[in-house]
């Protein structure tokens, strides 16, 4: 591949918007307006073969819910014959064990199972329903196959309260890993950005948790903690730079840098079944807008973290400044950062009284 256009490694198969759960601070976009029907079986197919022709190395297959996806196992399986690394990005819902046993069998090479929180009210309050029993049977399951699995808590105020007992019940399933994902605000989790982003000492508390946990599980389970955006100085490169590795694949077939690029303005992003992947990788100009560190406006331009950074999250910029081509607010040298600095400061003040805007469901993605 070219500098303009880097090896893909990663594809990130979003199979459907579904879900039955409605998650708070879920990433999905808050409004979808449909622009074709939904991908079929056969064009999955079809992009997973094209992906691993271009290099890539994984799949993550995702969603919504993925396995809603009634040919799941059929992809999963194109994938094996293809020898890319499986990865189920799944609620555990719904799922028995005879279809995780099928998943196992057609190559899924491994499970990222989360929980969203360790009390059922909790639950309820935050994903409109508690599946913590199913999620516990899924994880019992995939360690009698053998399957990898990672535990992820995704993290914000309305459970901060409970990371202890979060810990304690991710550690009781011997993981091979443990993710605590501090919300990103984007999606719905910026429309409950009120309620969902904690104060300084309640994410000091959690990171002096999860370091212990770490120690704790030393050599058996990996403990990763991923502090939000808005309590770092510099910002991250999102998705490892902007279509440098990763491409997300829509449920109506879009190809996007992550998962929420489609709702940037002016940006034409190709459908999957109007021409080959790599050419959309290559040639979209959507794809090539913010590649690289050439787009870069100042202060970012002249600064030396921009080949590390590539300038932060496009999508967090247009969704705190109006403007993609911003440099993200996360950072501390940006005249915008004043927007984050604002809301940590409202975090300081604790959450306001009213409830959390659970996820709804969008419009029916139809395959035809």
Same mark, same amino acid.
């Given at each position: 591949?070219?500098?303009?256009?880097?090896?893909?490694? !990663?594809?990130?198969?979003?199979?459907?918007?579904?879900?039955?759960?409605?998650?708070?601070?879920?990433?999905?976009? +808050?409004?979808?307006?449909?622009?074709?029907?939904?991908? =079929?079986?056969?064009?999955?197919?079809?992009?997973?073969?094209?992906?691993?022709?271009?290099?890539?190395?994984?799949?993550?297959?995702? *969603?919504?819910?993925?396995?809603?996806?009634?040919?799941?196992?059929?992809?999963?399986?194109?994938?094996?014959?293809?020898?890319?690394?499986?990865?189920?990005?799944? =609620?555990?819902?719904?799922?028995?064990?005879?279809?995780?046993?099928?998943?196992?069998?057609? /190559?899924?090479?491994?499970?990222?199972?989360?929980?969203? @929180?360790?009390?059922?009210?909790?639950?309820?309050?935050?994903? /409109?329903?508690?599946?913590?029993?199913?999620?516990?049977?899924?994880?019992?399951?995939?360690?009698?196959?053998?399957?990898?699995? !990672?535990?992820?808590?995704?993290?914000?105020?309305?459970?901060?309260?409970?990371?202890?007992?979060?810990? @304690?019940?991710?550690?009781?399933?011997?993981?091979?890993?443990?993710?605590? @994902?501090?919300?990103?605000?984007? *999606?719905?989790?910026?429309?409950?950005?009120?309620?969902?982003?904690?104060?300084?000492?309640?994410?000091?508390?959690?990171?002096?948790?999860?370091?212990?946990?770490?120690?704790?599980?030393?050599?058996? !389970?990996?403990?990763? %903690?991923?502090?939000?955006?808005?309590?770092?100085?510099?910002?991250?490169?999102?998705?490892?730079?902007?279509?440098?590795?990763?491409?997300?694949?829509?449920?109506? /077939?879009?190809?996007?840098?992550?998962?929420?690029?489609?709702?940037?303005?002016?940006?034409?992003?190709?459908?999957?079944?109007?021409?080959?992947?790599?050419?959309?990788?290559?040639?979209?100009?959507?794809?090539?807008?913010?590649?690289?560190?050439?787009?870069?406006?100042?202060?970012?331009?002249?600064?030396?973290?921009?080949?590390?950074? %590539?300038?932060?999250?496009?999508?967090?910029? %247009?969704?705190?400044?109006?403007?993609?081509?911003?440099?993200?607010?996360?950072?501390?040298?940006?005249?915008?950062?004043?927007?984050?600095?604002?809301?940590?400061?409202?975090?300081?003040?604790?959450?306001?009284?009213?409830?959390?805007?659970?996820?709804?469901?969008?419009?029916?993605?139809? +395959?035809?």
């Amino acid at each position: 591949m070219t500098a303009a256009a880097p090896r893909l490694l !990663t594809l990130v198969a979003e199979l459907t918007y579904g879900c039955k759960l409605r998650c708070a601070y879920c990433s999905n976009p +808050v409004e979808v307006a449909q622009r074709a029907p939904a991908l =079929s079986a056969g064009d999955w197919l079809r992009v997973i073969e094209q992906a691993e022709e271009m290099g890539a190395l994984q799949v993550h297959f995702t *969603g919504g819910e993925p396995l809603l996806f009634q040919e799941l196992e059929l992809l999963v399986g194109r994938a094996r014959e293809k020898q890319l690394y499986t990865n189920l990005i799944t =609620s555990g819902v719904p799922l028995s064990r005879d279809r995780l046993r099928a998943l196992e069998r057609a /190559g899924l090479d491994h499970v990222q199972l989360s929980f969203q @929180a360790a009390s059922s009210a909790s639950n309820l309050r935050i994903a /409109g329903i508690d599946a913590t029993a199913q999620k516990l049977e899924v994880a019992r399951w995939a360690k009698e196959l053998e399957l990898p699995l !990672t535990v992820n808590l995704v993290l914000h105020r309305e459970n901060l309260g409970e990371i202890e007992q979060l810990l @304690a019940l991710a550690e009781s399933l011997e993981p091979h890993r443990i993710e605590l @994902a501090n919300a990103q605000y984007l *999606g719905w989790a910026l429309r409950n950005r009120e309620r969902l982003l904690p104060s300084a000492h309640q994410l000091e508390e959690a990171r002096q948790l999860a370091a212990a946990s770490r120690e704790r599980l030393a050599g058996k !389970t990996d403990v990763l %903690f991923v502090l939000p955006d808005y309590y770092g100085d510099r910002p991250r490169a999102c998705m490892q730079g902007w279509a440098s590795s990763y491409l997300v694949v829509t449920p109506d /077939g879009l190809a996007l840098p992550c998962q929420a690029a489609r709702d940037l303005p002016g940006l034409l992003f190709d459908d999957v079944r109007s021409a080959p992947l790599a050419e959309i990788w290559a040639r979209s100009p959507a794809l090539g807008a913010f590649r690289g560190a050439d787009w870069l406006p100042q202060p970012c331009r002249g600064c030396a973290e921009r080949e590390r950074d %590539f300038g932060g999250c496009r999508c967090q910029a %247009f969704a705190l400044t109006g403007d993609a081509s911003a440099p993200d607010p996360a950072c501390s040298v940006t005249p915008s950062h004043h927007l984050i600095r604002s809301a940590r400061q409202r975090a300081e003040l604790g959450a306001p009284s009213a409830p959390l805007e659970l996820r709804r469901a969008p419009r029916r993605l139809s +395959v035809e």
